[in-house]
């Protein structure tokens, strides 16, 4: 995986663990590795025409997903800043520049099924990150 060199906590216990500005910063990072992959995944299957019109839509529509999550995931960021909850030490650290990681060919060259594995275990460290950075921003929640 084009990702394997992040340092990522594994469980949630570990990741909680780590302070509210490195998992933020952490899921946005995650969030902006896939950009560029994804986008040359659908290229990649657009050109295969055996698969059905679904897939291809499913495709876009995952990329479109991933973008606004992380559309999203800056602006909640903006608004803990704004709340003081994180300090401003965030501020362009969600540009291609700020995630450290440049997508090699061997991104590029991944199997269909490597990717897709890559990108769900990613997905899945996402969501226990959002998760984990829920419950400490709002312990009411009952997490």
Not at 38 to 67: G, R
Not at 78 to 104: D, P, Y
Not at 105 to 120: G, L, Q, T, V
Request: glycine share 4%; hydrophobic share 30%.
């Amino acid at each position: 995986c084009h990702t394997s060199g992040m340092l990522t906590p594994n469980g949630k216990e570990y990741a909680q663990k780590i302070p509210r500005e490195e998992l933020t910063h952490l899921i946005l990072k995650l969030l902006q590795a896939w950009k560029e992959p994804l986008s040359h995944f659908n290229q990649h299957i657009e050109h295969h025409q055996e698969l059905p019109d679904d897939s291809l839509s499913k495709a876009k529509q995952i990329s479109n997903l991933v973008h606004e999550l992380k559309t999203g995931v800056e602006k909640v960021t903006e608004k803990m800043q704004s709340m003081g909850i994180i300090s401003n030490s965030l501020n362009g650290m969600a540009s291609s520049e700020g995630t450290g990681l440049s997508i090699s060919n061997e991104a590029n060259m991944m199997s269909d099924s490597d990717f897709i594995h890559c990108f769900r275990r990613d997905s899945n460290k996402v969501q226990s990150y959002l998760k984990v950075l829920k419950c400490r921003i709002m312990p009411e929640n009952s997490c």
